[in-house]
């Protein structure tokens, strides 16, 4: 194995691996597509987030500026310039409401297991740390959004689903697979998970109280003000358990305690809208063994804040939609809890502010998009980063923050949407340029295509480009058996995918292909032939290729076989990988050759008698790798299948549940040594005022 450092840089990848065949395949669709629009009479045209599809002419699109629609789908999040779901370019999953209720889950951690292309490795139950990545990728290389704000922390991604609203709040989740680079610059490498939430049009409030196994509580409420153009709702939870496991002295090290509380609202009138968002999320949890498996009694306490303020035009031939954001993050993590004097806390606080604005109009040629977002990271550590001219008090302790970082990120987009009668194209490009490390600017073009073979059948093709800048932990965290490399190089992946897709009769069908090639990849490693004490190195990989496929299937059984009521809905997903890189066997990595090799994931919902449903969901997967048991021996990832289930009754008023997961008592792991918890049940009841 040969790693990249400061003295073996490379050119940017952009072009190499499947660029001229990108480049050729954008310049051919970009001239044919502008000739066959410029020669139709008329355009399809959507508008984002409340707009039905209409044809314009071409004097309609130069005179007409009051878009005064309605819309029948929603839009989403697979492109800059937005469009639904049914024009959309790109194929992006949607868990809508129904979803979300219809699944025996606590978080939208536990929500995603139900995705096939996305790999959840929990090392704690009800959303204590999951790590969330696609396509065989790693936690930090997908962008995590809440309300299309970027709301990832760039000290590590492990804490990146510290959300601060409830999943009652939730009105969608959009997962977009593969790169996003010119939809949401950096991070977005391999993917994004867009958090949308929902305020009613009405005044209204609602309460929710369960419990269950492993002394497990949770409580929360709503309330929601609408009065005329505006609309204001709090909300506010909290959850606590005594865990299912103990350390080696009998005290508990997978406990959990942790509260939400979330503000948001919206202003509309004829002119613009606008709508804001301020929450919080504080949590602390026994982390076990969770960064090494010598020490079973470690903990960690977050506290995060989050903010943000977004407004768009609604009328006019040109729509500008601004937004500003702030995030807050506090950690503190013990290798031995509460005790100080063994080793010293690690305390960390990092914020990010951040301001976009992206301008869309629609002429003869299509629909265009621009748009810039300027970001600033900043850290103080104990650990991590340069050391400070002047050190930081630490809050509520007699320490102080003694080294840090600060870079500022800044992103330019361009896109240009066509949406035929049959043919539907998306094409553009980010550049990018970081101020860590004397980074120039860089750009990274895609292309995405889709063609209406019938009013059922579409044929989708891309090829994307995208990169990563490293976090503040691969960069800097050298204590506890770890060395970092401050020197890092950015992560950039190319990528190209195929498939089709089906929709009609009850039946949604779609398959597809998908090959990344990935250079300067980052990753945790260590060699096992140099003793149990090696260190884990953060380290640039050479190259990684990865190639895929995914199909999946929804049947609706009512539509389907009306005669009967029992069965409501079918869903069947199968994602499999593999990675082209021969890797010394004494090389143990922590994240990039541990993969979901297989994920099978299948989901049954009946109704059973009147308002009275049972939801059955199925998922089976199989990691490549290895990981070093407590005992210092080194064990491959076992394959293992889970079985959940969902007993609900649903009134106009009120809902009460009983869902177990785990249901079969399956003893399995999803990173290193931290095992799982068995069979747990929950009972509980929510009432809507």
């Known amino acids: 194995m040969k790693y990249n450092n400061i003295s073996n840089r490379r050119q940017p990848m952009v072009f190499r691996r499947f660029g001229r065949k990108g480049y050729s395949l954008f310049a051919c669709l970009g001239r044919e597509v502008l000739i066959g ?15 039905s599809v209409e044809p314009l002419t071409a004097d309609t699109i130069a005179t007409k500026t009051d878009r005064e629609l309605t819309l029948d789908e929603v839009s989403i999040t697979g492109t800059r310039a937005p469009l639904t779901q049914s024009q959309a370019v790109r194929m992006v999953t949607v868990l809508d409401r129904s979803d979300i209720q219809a699944a025996p889950v606590q978080s939208v951690n536990d929500l ?44 590590t991604g492990h804490n990146a689903f510290d959300f601060p609203v409830d999943l009652t709040e939730i009105e969608r989740i959009e997962v977009l697979e593969g790169p996003a680079g010119r939809v949401y610059g950096t991070s977005s490498m391999l993917g994004a998970i867009n958090i949308v939430t929902k305020t009613p049009d009405t005044t209204s409030a609602d309460v929710h109280l369960e419990g269950g196994s492993f002394g497990y509580l949770s409580a929360g409420a709503r309330a929601n003000v609408a009065k005329g153009a505006w609309n204001n ?7 606590r358990s005594d865990g299912y496991s103990r350390n080696k002295e ?33 949590k602390g949890y026994g982390s076990n063994t969770f960064y090494g498996a010598n020490w079973d009694d470690q903990y960690e306490h977050t506290f995060k804040t989050y903010s943000a303020l977004q ?10 939609k601004g937004s500003v954001y702030w995030n807050h993050s506090e950690d503190r993590f013990e290798l031995y809890r509460g005790a100080p004097d063994k080793v010293a806390y690690n305390y960390h606080r990092c914020e990010v502010t951040g301001v976009n604005v992206n301008a869309y109009f629609d002429w003869l040629a299509g629909r265009t998009s621009i748009g810039a977002e300027l970001r600033n990271e900043d850290l103080l550590s104990g650990n991590l980063g340069e050391p400070l001219d002047h050190p930081h008090h630490i809050s509520g302790t007699e320490r102080y923050y003694t080294n840090g970082i600060n870079r500022t990120n800044i992103s330019l987009m361009a896109e240009h949407n066509i949406i035929l009668h049959r043919l539907s194209v998306s094409a553009g490009l980010v550049a990018v340029k970081n101020s860590w490390n004397g980074m120039n600017m860089k750009v990274y073009p895609g292309v995405d295509a889709s063609l209406k073979l019938t009013e059922a059948w579409k044929l989708f093709a891309s090829w994307n480009t995208s990169l990563r800048m490293p976090s503040f932990t691969e960069l800097y965290y050298s204590v506890g058996g770890h060395k970092a490399d401050k020197y890092l190089m950015p992560e950039e992946l190319s990528s190209v995918e195929a498939g089709v897709k089906y929709a009609g009769m009850g039946l949604t069908l779609s398959a597809s292909f998908f090959q990344n090639h990935c250079e300067n990849l980052i990753d945790w490693v260590r060699r096992t032939d140099e003793g149990a004490d090696a260190p884990w190195q953060s380290v640039n990989m050479n190259e990684i290729d990865a190639t895929g496929w995914k199909a999946d299937a929804t049947i609706d059984l009512q539509q389907l076989l009306p005669a009967q009521h029992l069965l409501q809905r079918f869903s069947l997903a199968y994602t499999y990988l593999d990675q082209d890189k021969k890797v010394d066997e004494h090389l143990q990595s922590k994240y990039t050759l541990e993969y ?20 059955i969901h199925y998922r089976f997967q199989e990691r490549t790798g290895t990981y070093t048991d407590t005992e210092g021996s080194i064990r491959s990832y ?11 009754w649903q009134a106009p008023r009120y809902s009460c549940y009983v869902e177990a997961n785990n249901l079969l008592d399956k003893n399995y792991v999803d990173y290193g040594n931290v095992e799982q918890p068995g069979c747990w049940i929950i009972a509980g009841v929510s009432y809507h005022f």
């Open 112 to 155: 995603l297991k139900y995705v096939a292309g996305v790999d959840v490795r929990q090392r704690g139950p009800i959303g204590a740390q999951t790590d969330v990545s696609i396509r065989g990728g790693n936690y930090e290389q997908v962008v995590i959004l809440l309300n299309g704000i970027n709301i990832c922390d760039p000290q």
């Open 250 to 282: 009998g005290g508990l090290n997978a406990d959990y305690e942790g509260a939400k509380a979330f503000w948001q609202g919206n202003y509309r009138d004829e002119w613009v809208k606008a709508r804001w968002h301020a929450g919080l999320s504080v």
């Open 311 to 320: 407004a768009e035009n609604v009328k006019g031939a040109l729509h500008l």
């Open 638 to 648: 076992q394959p293992y299948a889970l079985l959940d289930a969902r007993l609900s």
């Open 37 to 51: 629009t410029l020669s139709v009479a008329t355009l399809t045209y959507a508008k984002a987030d409340g707009v």
């Open 596 to 615: 979901l090799r297989h994920k099978l994931v299948a989901g049954l919902q009946l109704s059973l008698w009147r308002q009275l449903g049972l939801g």
């Open 233 to 239: 709702q709090l909300s506010a939870s909290y959850t």
